[in-house]
């Protein structure tokens, strides 16, 4: 078995007190330490940075509902074959999306997933940002904003789909492995 | 919900004896029938072709274990980015390789996945014939050899990724629906 | 001058005898036994399965003309890069058109061949499950249609693509030699 | 001329107090406020990690120099066709290697540049990180090695390069345009 | 330093008259010689060829304006990561167009430059012609003369990026140096 | 059928009486007139410097044999998708290289068909000239070295394929059809 980063992993009692109560409220909440969490620890300043700008756009109020963000990081980390991303973030989709099939089918081909127009809109828009994002044009946001996004929601989609480019590239440098409880979560109807 | 297949599904009542045979031993052993049966019985010569050229490289006694083919279906059809291909026969890598994590792993990038350096030669010459099957040379062979595979053995490898190749085209294009039965199975410990 | 093929090829007289039928058949009309053959009956149980799938999709009668099948082979051959499937069907597509000029447009661009709108649909279809089937979606069938291609016809394209993609990596893998006898056939009018 | 964004820019007195001391400490320091800082002061909190998480990489003491470090954000944002990063970090590369020529070369291919085989390796990587990050293995962290880049400094080369992807990213997505003060910075001696 | 190029650079004095001829020209022009002459020196058959070709298309009277010219070489440079061609001619660009800001703009990415939509049709072709010119048809004319480009014009911005497609490859190969002169060219109002 | 050009073809008649002079000369050697003489007798000049580039590469005395030369056209034509220059330069090949068959395979994949190591290596160079010129570093020029090239064989391998990136823009730019004659040239023993 692969280890959880290619970097040492700091014990939670040598953390600074704010990554060590991240950390914890995340453990209570979740029932385990997400990988993530101790891979970046071994670089406090960028850990702060980056759980920032993750709840920023991931846990901010209106907009995007929880499960359509989610469908965004799954979606293009698919892309750039980041195996953490899609195995955590697939739970993390299913458990919002309430839905057990939709994660393994966005990961692998969002077009034949069981989307909505809105959805798949905004799935297209995400990878083009993700993948030729030199090439966004008005065009691409009128599309948007024909299926009824509006500009802030353009900013989110846009902003997940950026934030998780720098996350795919971190945890595919870092062999960031996931942890083996996400494999099964929301997978059984409880 | 997505419909099985682009194309009419003929009833079971409807089919020629040795394609139902088939599907009811199939229906049997899973408990249920994989769509790729019904979407391919549209085209009865079609369906006994494809299954025979599957069996011969799937069922071949010998060889390559159950799990390593499943794992060279499973790691192309990701790259080819075939819904059905990565669903089902993922399910079945993690019943064959009595793995509960090992799908995803391959599905999403193979280079992370918990697999023996031989294993990983294994893919990396499956995914060259899947992806870039031109630039296939004598030195491509010889790291096979290296890692002990037997000459029949590399050929199973290759005929494996040509085979999957047909299959990932044919469901991307009849937009073949996964059974909902395939997400879950081989995911809990018996 | 490279061998048919990198693996041993049987001799006649010991081959299963539907094998030998298959073999005598062709020669008997071709005047030669097409590379594929020989170099597939090391694998008996495969060769079976891949002349029944290319009967099934290359002899069916109606629908697409047999040189229209043929146009499809050759364009994503070219493609796939593969020597043998460009020269050998090259062959044929001239024969079956009656035009000497045709393949080896074909091969290179179909794009500037001498293709009627219909033709030049169908090529730009075929082309798109051979090399981004994961893209495919409704607007790709209903541009078929516009053209007059019925439902079976839209499958007949599809599958004959699908089914080069696995035999173009075949014969990238086993370095399949063309016979000398096709480069000229069809060139000069009897 | 092109807007500075695709989204309004707010007025430096409707500005959060730490974003206003940040912004008014760049402009004089710089002479100019970089238009990064105004178009995301739209989004207060990704503005606050944005930063963070740029000072933690680009301004953290010891280890890659601050040119090098400069080095990186300018050839991955070359690949990435990023404007406003290629100019202002063009700028601030010029003047922190003290060369008024390293920037465009290296903006455009920094295999051509005049560059150590140390830097050479180190852009390899990080390029490598920015386009196929899927892709990295233990053999890229022993070329840097065998450079004499220190594990930490392996880090600091994938963070910058995975920091980027994400500012490239917004910057095209936001038609960032750069000031018009650093096409010119670092080009003459003092 | 890197030295001009990969080849050696003949003496001034050991020219044909007139290769001596072309570049005292071109020297007391520019008040020095582009490296370009002396690389291609090498080769006076070459050099002729070269010149009179660049000569029949850049310096034609009528049609595209200077500027123009200059911008399809920067851009298609740009693409094709030529070093030599982005500087030297970025600097021409930015004194025939007056701007001091216009190349780097369109080296990096045209799409984000200052450019008018006729302008900006006319790279979209350029680097269509540069990048996949197999797939150039009749549409892609027409959308330049809905521009009011005339079918001479269209030949032209075809020509020019052809030529730097033969020129980017020449310069990539020698490691053809860019003079210091052209970085600050055009970069200060006079 | 297509017409030869995009472009008015001029008549013999009206052309200035070097162009004239040339076209007569070919047509006397190979019976007919290769219709890239009437397309770019459109442009005069650029018809010109073209042929005397053709020239410089194609017909210089020493070095690379004749066939070799028309290797590397076919080989990289293929790559850019030019018909006409696939099917014009197919023909001269075969019949440099006194090899019916030799010209089909270099044109779908030079990596399969009969070649001495040393013509392999020297494909291999043109390709990547062709593809990837910004990649090219010493250990290409190393390669080939090792295959007894000399400096200036280097330079006529990256030249000829360097101007046949620009000849195969403007052939597909201009829809340049490959005159029937060459189909069939060198195919026969006489």
Redesign the interface.
């Known amino acids: 078995?692969?280890p959880i980063s290619?970097?040492p992993v700091p014990e939670l009692k040598d953390l600074a007190p704010d990554l060590r109560e991240r950390i914890l409220a995340v453990q209570e909440k979740a029932g385990f330490v997400p990988n993530v969490f101790l891979a970046l620890a071994?670089?406090p300043?960028?850990f702060?940075?980056?759980f920032?700008?993750h709840?920023?756009?991931m846990e901010?109020p209106g907009g995007l509902s929880k499960a359509e963000r989610e469908m965004i990081v799954v979606a293009t980390s698919?892309a750039?074959?980041?195996?953490y991303c899609?195995?955590a973030h697939?739970a993390i989709l299913r458990v919002r999306a309430k839905n057990?099939?939709i994660a393994?089918?966005v990961?692998?081909?969002y077009?034949?997933?069981?989307l909505s127009a809105r959805q798949h809109a905004m799935l297209e828009f995400a990878l083009k940002?993700?993948q030729r994002?030199?090439?966004?044009?008005e065009g691409d946001?009128e599309r948007l904003r024909a299926h009824g996004f509006s500009?802030e929601e353009v900013?989110d989609i846009?902003?997940i789909?950026?934030?998780f480019?720098?996350?795919?590239?971190?945890a595919?440098?870092l062999?960031l492995?996931p942890n083996?409880e996400f494999?099964?979560m929301g997978?059984?109807k409880p």
């Open positions: 078995m692969n290619r970097y071994h670089r300043e960028e702060r940075a980056f920032a700008y709840d920023a756009l901010k698919g750039n074959q980041c195996q899609v195995v697939g057990a099939l393994d089918q990961a692998v081909n077009r034949k997933a069981d940002v993700s994002s030199a090439e966004i044009g946001i500009e900013w846009a902003g789909s950026a934030f480019a720098l996350s795919n590239r971190m595919n440098f062999n492995r083996d494999y099964l997978r059984i």
